[in-house]
């Protein structure tokens, strides 16, 4: 949304767990956000520091290496507060200060420094963030401070939240409310939210990605954008994997447009090399999973609860954490995606786009394969009940695998995610591509 003084003012929903995290009393943990480069992690802790804090301490990590060094000789609570106090020449005031550590993932030290907090000065207020934080914990010399922090993980922004940036807060507050009730949307709201929908799917939930699609004064396209986001992806592979990483894990991200084209998405590592083998490339997956980069689907061969006891952990799919570094990635445009011959490329979006759905609402990422003969795309606990979600990008919506899970398993009710409206029939629950956000 875009305020009177023409600033972009973009909504999350993170915002209401860090107010919450903000209220807690004074026994509350440093809190630390994490998730892939761009999501807008600065953003909303710098925005809380605006609306909810007299005053904040900005500390960047990666943009100042100097601060990081005042870490190495004290990391106690009450020393740190002293380094920040004398470096950026400002009180800090317990409930008052909104103290911030950005790519905190550069500083080892100011990583641990936050177990003294939550041990020695639970009255102050300090969060932290990383953009490469799981790739960086991976390494041994991190000591992460367990039991002493809070942790929140954030995604790209979702289409709920594309509405709100737009202005359509009452398309996205019709939507809910249909959801809720299984009662179709009147076909002019219906054809306007999917046009958004196919809309979100190219420029994806990019913060600036977004910004530039609905600022009217911007300066870079969302296109130049994506591509931007998509370059600056690549580097950091380059930049924070190591030597003997950096091939393989170039290898592996490329071949995920062909491995999202085939039939059955399983990920093969044949696509990546001729003879590759997981042992080989196993190392590269995590890398690109823990940067935020790739969602991971584990098969599932059962559909009884739970359903962590019945997962072949050896057979999988990626998916993009983000649409619009796929369609940077694809080459593909909203003009090429609604054209006839794209037909098999917006069932791979609308897949790709539940993925990012799901796994940003909590869900983990699953999926259900019987025999090699029948497959549901994503399974999902809710209600203490597991639940089959297929997901079709026309209106075309019968499914066999449906079917044989349906018969076999007898759900309390199925998801069925498609062009077509909302509604309720045979124990199938028609969702909208567009409200997938609601489940």
């Given at each position: 949304m875009i305020e009177d003084n023409g600033v972009m003012c973009m909504k999350r929903k993170i915002t209401d767990r860090l107010v919450k995290w903000r209220n807690t009393a004074a026994s509350r943990l440093p809190l630390l956000l994490y998730g892939a480069r761009q999501v807008g992690k600065t953003y909303v802790m710098q925005e809380l520091g605006a609306d909810y804090f007299k005053n904040t301490v900005y500390v960047n990590f990666e943009a100042d290496r100097k601060i990081g060094d005042f870490f190495e000789n004290e990391i106690h609570a009450e020393a740190v507060l002293g380094i920040l106090e004398r470096y950026y020449h400002t009180r800090i005031i317990p409930d008052e200060t909104l103290i911030i550590f950005d790519e905190i993932q550069m500083c080892e030290r100011a990583l641990a420094s936050l177990k003294y907090f939550a041990e020695e000065a639970p009255e102050y207020h300090v969060i932290a963030a990383g953009s490469l934080l799981g790739v960086a914990l991976k390494r041994e010399q991190f000591s992460f401070p367990v039991g002493k922090i809070q942790m929140e993980n954030m995604y790209p922004m979702d289409f709920?939240?594309?509405?709100?940036?737009?202005?359509?807060?009452?398309?996205?507050?019709?939507?809910?409310?249909?959801?809720?009730k299984n009662q179709?949307?009147?076909e002019?709201?219906?054809?306007?939210?999917?046009?958004?929908?196919?809309?979100?799917?190219i420029i994806g939930g990019m913060p600036a990605a977004i910004a530039a699609e609905t600022m009217p004064y911007a300066t870079l396209t969302q296109e130049e954008i994506r591509h931007m986001l998509l370059d600056s992806y690549i580097a950091d592979m380059a930049k924070y994997a190591l030597p003997s990483e950096t091939v393989k894990i170039f290898a592996t991200y490329d071949s995920l447009?062909?491995?999202?084209a085939k039939d059955s998405k399983k990920f093969q590592y044949k696509l990546i090399k001729s003879g590759a083998r997981a042992s080989q490339y196993g190392d590269s997956i995590d890398w690109l999973i823990r940067a935020g980069i790739v969602n991971k689907c584990v098969k599932c061969t059962q559909g009884f609860m739970p359903p962590s006891a019945f997962l072949d952990l050896t057979a999988f799919k990626l998916y993009y954490s983000d649409t619009g570094i796929m369609s940077a990635r694809t080459g593909m445009n909203l003009v090429r995606l609604m054209g006839e011959e794209a037909e098999r490329f917006r069932g791979i979006f609308?897949?790709?786009?539940?993925?990012?759905?799901?796994?940003?609402?909590?869900?983990e990422l699953l999926y259900w394969e019987s025999d090699g003969t029948a497959e549901v795309d994503f399974l999902i606990?809710?209600?203490?009940h597991v639940i089959p979600v297929e997901c079709k990008s026309g209106n075309h919506v019968k499914s066999r695998s449906l079917a044989v899970y349906r018969e076999k398993y007898h759900p309390a009710y199925s998801i069925r995610i498609s062009a077509r409206n909302f509604g309720m029939a045979d124990e199938i629950k028609s969702v909208p591509l567009y409200a997938a956000f609601c489940i």
């Open positions: 709920e939240e594309y509405l709100w940036a737009k202005g359509k807060e009452l398309l996205a507050d019709m939507i809910r409310t249909h959801y809720e179709a949307l009147g002019g709201m219906h054809k306007e939210a999917l046009a958004e929908y196919y809309n979100y799917c447009p062909s491995q999202l609308a897949e790709n786009y539940v993925a990012c759905v799901l796994r940003a609402n909590g869900y606990i809710k209600d203490d």
